[in-house]
């Protein structure tokens, strides 16, 4: 060999380095993508890496390894990019309907996420653009399509603030208006017939609009509760000894208003001289206290069924709702006291209007619950809980028939609901070295929290509700960053009793068994026959008997294990009615006062950085 090919600076030894700077830059590259991908499935501020113990821990791994901010964003940008040129192509060839839901979340001025933002808040508000469907393994699904700060947002076109994000996250992901079936919206008074009518250019009129239920819940809540001055709460909260009183959740509110009225009825609070030096409500104040713990409690027992048992497909909410209806109905007719009975009434006024937006979708949901078929809609009409009761169940059969004739006619059985592998699928899992499920939503059937996020991300009782629990949580998630975050009292006390609650649900007996209305259906529904009529695949379903009623049933387990091979066509139906959420926020953060807020790591990043981590964070999780 000639001496030259080895002198320093030769061709060959410069190959040599060349090939070794590659390696290093390969691994460099491959390290910064791992690195990425964990903040992007934790939710953690890329800007962490600027603190010293950030920095020390990566230096002790690999001393070569430096990254910084704008390389990790830069990496960020590149995954989210990836998942979405997927997660486009999987929309495109998916043969089911979606329900898109629109969700504006603010920074509230004293809430936990604030007091936990680490660096400037640039943004204080964001829209959340979420699609919802029912997979190939009869999973539900919650992809978030786009995360926008509507301060960042500039209308080049007509459209209303509200509609403009909406509107780029639908052309951004290509989903034509025909395949959506619902579009979830907030349910409060900014959502008039005009604003509505921006989000129906986007879709098209065929869609359902449906309204979050916990929503609903929060606005009746807070009618009754905004009677409770600051000093009345901060008295009971001394004379009952509940702890901080900052709850942002009505749940705790009143279990504990309950406590003080069973302890004022028990006649404690004159049994011991402890008590004498408290101030104690007046007479005029302790109706306002029993009211708020009557009526809340109320919906408390129907929001416990919905929200607190994994996450509820559609089916399950028209039943339910229709007894919190009866319950309200009661407390206008029999209240005690005349403040009472009017805010009974206006509660009930206000549930009457979103039950009647909401019916037809409901109820045709129950219908597709093999334990109530067409069985309980005939027997709520029957009761004459509406003036139109019979021509309402008729209208909800005739929409069922038209539906299930458009599926059939269309020979949507005979393809599969995707055939395109989703962002998530098993081999893409393999090859990701940090794949592995993470979700914790309290109420996702996905894989999946949020969404949550999911929230709180909507952790992992089961399947379904570690998806939905997650969203919620990572919305929820406050990251440490360097010192950790104080401990906030009614945070941690509220997820305490929330795990607490689920071990006692398990254990005890049917709910159902104590709602009157309910147990008048199962003796009506015995009495019955069964009614004849052709042999349609909607007819033959209709035509068998309804199932025992099971409080732990499935509705997307029997139509995936047993409905599907009897009823292909009408399974195509059930799926795509069943995957629309009724409520956007699920398990604890269902109890909320107001409006959610954004994740704490997202409101000091850049637009396209918060938006890139949130839409890539439920596509890496699952």
Request: glycine share 6%; hydrophobic share 35%; with cysteine.
């Amino acid at each position: 060999m000639d001496n030259r090919d080895l002198a320093p600076g030769s061709s060959s030894e410069m190959t040599k380095k060349n090939d070794s700077l590659d390696g290093v830059e390969k691994k460099d590259k491959e390290a910064l993508n791992a690195l990425a991908k964990f903040f992007v499935r934790g939710g953690v501020n890329p800007n962490t890496i600027r603190f010293p113990s950030f920095t020390n821990f990566t230096r002790l791994l690999n001393p070569n390894f430096r990254p910084t901010v704008p390389l990790l964003e830069k990496e960020v940008l590149e995954i989210h990019r990836e998942c979405k040129d997927k997660a486009k192509d999987f929309l495109k060839a998916f043969q089911g309907k979606l329900t898109l839901s629109y969700e504006w979340m603010v920074l509230g001025d004293y809430g936990w996420t604030r007091d936990s933002v680490k660096g400037p808040v640039l943004h204080e508000d964001f829209v959340c653009i979420t699609a919802h469907f029912v997979d190939d393994d009869w999973k539900v699904r919650r992809w978030i399509l786009g995360y926008a700060s509507e301060v960042g947002l500039v209308v080049a076109t007509d459209d209303d603030l509200y509609v403009h994000g909406f509107r780029n996250a639908v052309e951004g992901f290509e989903i034509e208006g025909k395949k959506v079936s619902a579009l979830l919206l907030p349910n409060e008074e900014g959502f008039d017939e005009e604003t509505l009518g921006g989000f129906r250019r986007v879709l098209g009129d065929n869609v359902f609009l449906v309204y979050c239920c916990a929503d609903l819940f929060r606005l009746m809540v807070d009618g009754v509760f905004r009677d409770l001055s600051g000093k009345l709460l901060e008295d009971l909260r001394m004379l009952v000894n509940w702890g901080k009183c900052e709850s942002e959740n009505w749940n705790l509110w009143v279990s504990n208003l309950q406590r003080a009225v069973d302890m004022r009825n028990e006649d404690e609070f004159s049994k011991d001289e402890i008590y004498d030096d408290y101030d104690k409500p007046s007479d005029e104040e302790w109706i306002k206290i029993e009211t708020f713990a009557r009526l809340v409690g109320c919906i408390y027992k129907v929001a416990v069924e919905l929200f607190e048992g994994g996450y509820s497909t559609s089916n399950v909410y028209f039943y339910l709702l229709a007894e919190l209806k009866v319950m309200l109905e009661k407390e206008v007719d029999g209240g005690e006291s005349y403040y009472l009975r009017c805010n009974a009434k206006w509660m009930l006024k206000r549930f009457d209007k979103y039950w009647d937006r909401m019916f037809l979708v409901l109820a045709t949901a129950s219908v597709l619950d093999p334990r109530f078929k067409m069985k309980y809609l005939e027997f709520y009409c029957s009761k004459k809980m509406e003036n139109d009761g019979g021509s309402k169940a008729e209208t909800v059969l005739e929409y069922l028939r038209s539906l299930y004739a458009r599926y059939a006619a269309s020979g949507i059985c005979q393809k599969p609901i995707c055939p395109v592998a989703a962002p998530n699928s098993k081999e893409e899992d393999e090859n990701d070295d940090g794949g592995e499920d993470c979700d914790e939503e309290q109420d996702g059937e996905e894989d999946n929290e949020d969404e949550g996020e999911e929230e709180e991300d909507y952790e992992d009782e089961e399947e379904e509700e570690e998806d939905y629990d997650e969203e919620e949580v990572e919305e929820s998630d406050c990251d440490d960053e360097e010192g950790g975050e104080e401990e906030r009292y009614d945070s941690d006390t509220s997820e305490e009793v929330e795990r607490e609650a689920r071990k006692k649900r398990k254990e005890k007996p049917d709910a159902c068994k104590d709602f009157a209305l309910f147990q008048e259906f199962l003796k009506f529904e015995g009495s019955s026959s069964p009614r004849e009529f052709g042999e349609t695949e909607l007819d033959a379903y209709l035509k068998e008997p309804v199932m025992e009623w099971n409080k732990d049933f499935k509705a997307l387990d029997w139509w995936r294990e047993e409905g599907g091979h009897k009823y292909p066509v009408l399974s195509r139906v059930a799926r795509d009615v069943l995957s629309i959420p009724i409520s956007r926020a699920t398990s604890y953060y269902a109890y909320g006062m107001d409006r959610r807020e954004p994740p704490a790591f997202v409101v000091s990043l850049e637009a396209e950085v918060a938006n890139a981590m949130m839409c890539s964070k439920r596509w890496l999780r699952l």
